[in-house]
């Protein structure tokens, strides 16, 4: 009680003229009333500044033309009372908050503001991904480094979403840089469980929308998505993109390249299909200069040879579509603590009319590891289920058989196919969308076709029970 009421005392003297001494001025010509003692022994910077025969040890008004009066409130706030309210400290102004504390060197104050954000966060309703969007936005404009703790905060906050999620107008060049270049690609978080294609389109999106809202508008116009795509005749072999003004693409050319030229180096362009480069990136005359296109062409004939697929799918697990079980070390391997089986499946579908292979090693095996695909267009799926007995899936096991909806928990495993697997064994996944089959390899060692008359959108997933272990990963 008694440290309250005088932490109220204190209060009451801020931008009190009483005894005040000192005026604290901010860049927006606001004055605040204060006192040399109190900000002497509460801050070492004020104590640097007011008592060691600097410039400032003289004035009667020491003004801050990196805060407003608004941030500095807040500073005095905190130095007079040891702590800041809401009705100072508001979610619109947490940023500039931060970099004033980090500033005024003031540690705790720091940490109050980092709570103040979680506690938001965490208690409200609004569109979470993109008040953090918009706040480390900010953050990055107000603060040179980008080593402190509510970056990585704010980070933690974005990479659980899918980027797309993100509206442009919140993500400044500074932020959408920082996310791309700090996420790790290797463990594969969740804001990049887009395919390579969808990163591209978001980047040239977000850049026109930074132009106007008529770049915008004309970018999106003939920058088709990636479920437009999927639609395409790829037998066609003429300019799929419809630039209907070429004053307008000429006109935005110039810009479009500085703002996206950093940006794009985080785009594998030589990952997404060969069609798509020539007919639909490559008229946009400019994006990317002729050396990097000739070696994309040449990094894509390399790997044709080799018949890697280069159809653009991430392929990485989905956190959201798995038994309650499973838990994932990274977004490429499942960990099962069931004992009986449950399934998961990865965050990307496929579909279109190509090959697409993928690798399951089996890290650790389990009684009966389940390699396959599924379905869940028009399902009510069940995660926390053995996936063979599902109509919606189809799956080889290690006991060297196939299942498709057996309606059955165990079985029956008639169907048999390949030979039985074992841990650190590779499974290779064959899956031709033209045909609509999947045949399986092992180790390399190629079986006959395992299902047919397969839908027209699948999922890669690995059915396990305890201590099953399974990392998905392109094959090579």
């Known amino acids: 009680m008694y440290a309250q009421t005088l932490s109220n005392d204190l209060k009451s003297l801020l931008n009190n003229t009483l005894f005040s001494d000192i005026k604290i001025k901010g860049n927006d010509g606001v004055e605040i009333n204060a006192h040399r003692v109190i900000l002497a022994v509460r801050s070492e910077v004020f104590k640097r500044m007011l008592l060691n025969g600097m410039k400032e040890s003289t004035q009667e008004v020491i003004e801050f033309p990196k805060f407003s009066s608004g941030i500095l409130h807040i500073i005095l ?3 007079y009372t040891g702590r800041v309210t809401e009705q100072t400290l508001t979610i ?3 940023a500039e908050g931060f970099h004033g504390a980090d500033y005024f060197l003031l540690e705790q104050l720091k ?3 980092i709570e ?6 965490k208690n409200n309703n609004e569109n979470k991904i993109n008040l953090s969007a918009k706040v480390l936005s900010r953050l990055l404009e107000c603060m040179e480094s980008t080593n402190n703790e509510f970056v990585d905060v704010l980070h933690d906050s974005i990479k659980s979403y899918p980027l797309k999620s993100i509206e442009y107008s919140n993500l400044n060049d500074k932020a959408l840089e920082y996310i791309l270049s700090n996420t790790k690609r290797e463990e594969k978080p969740k804001i990049f469980s887009i395919s390579e294609y969808d990163l591209f389109h978001y980047i040239i999106l977000w850049a026109a929308n930074e132009i106007s809202e008529a770049a915008l508008s004309f970018y999106k116009s003939c920058l088709p998505s990636s479920e437009t795509i999927k639609s ?6 003429s300019s799929l993109i419809d630039i209907h003004n070429i004053q307008d693409l000429t006109k935005y050319q110039t810009t479009m390249m500085k703002k996206t030229s950093s940006l794009l180096n985080h785009v594998k362009l030589e990952q997404i ?3 798509i480069i020539s007919n639909i990136i490559e008229p946009f005359n400019g994006l990317i200069d002729s050396k990097t296109l000739i070696s994309i062409y040449r990094k894509q004939a390399l790997l044709a040879g080799k018949h890697i697929c280069l159809n653009d799918i991430p392929f990485q697990w989905d956190d959201n579509a798995r038994g309650s079980n499973m838990y994932l070390n990274n977004m490429s391997v499942i960990v099962s603590n069931s004992p009986t089986h449950e399934w998961i499946r990865t965050t990307v579908p496929i579909s279109g009319q190509d090959l697409f292979e993928w690798d399951i090693v089996v890290e650790v095996i389990c009684v009966h590891f389940w390699v396959g695909i599924c379905t869940i267009k028009g399902y009510n799926v069940d995660y926390n289920s053995w996936l063979g007995k599902q109509e919606y899936g189809w799956v080889f096991g290690s006991n060297r058989v196939i299942c498709y909806n057996t309606q059955e928990e165990n079985g029956p495993y ?6 039985e697997f074992k841990e650190n064994d590779i499974i290779t996944v064959h899956l031709d969308m033209r045909g609509r089959t999947c045949s399986f390899s092992i180790n390399g060692k190629r079986y006959p076709v395992a299902f047919c008359n397969l839908p027209d959108e ?7 029970r305890a201590p099953g272990r399974a990392r998905i990963e392109p094959h090579q």
């Open 77 to 79: 706030e905190y130095l």
């Open 92 to 94: 619109e102004v947490v």
């Open 111 to 113: 940490h109050q503001i």
């Open 116 to 121: 103040f954000f979680k506690n938001h966060l």
């Open 232 to 237: 395409l005749d790829r037998n066609n072999n």
């Open 273 to 275: 299909h060969p069609f």
């Open 414 to 419: 008639t169907n048999k196919y390949g030979i």
């Open 458 to 464: 699948i999922y890669p997933a690995v059915s396990l």
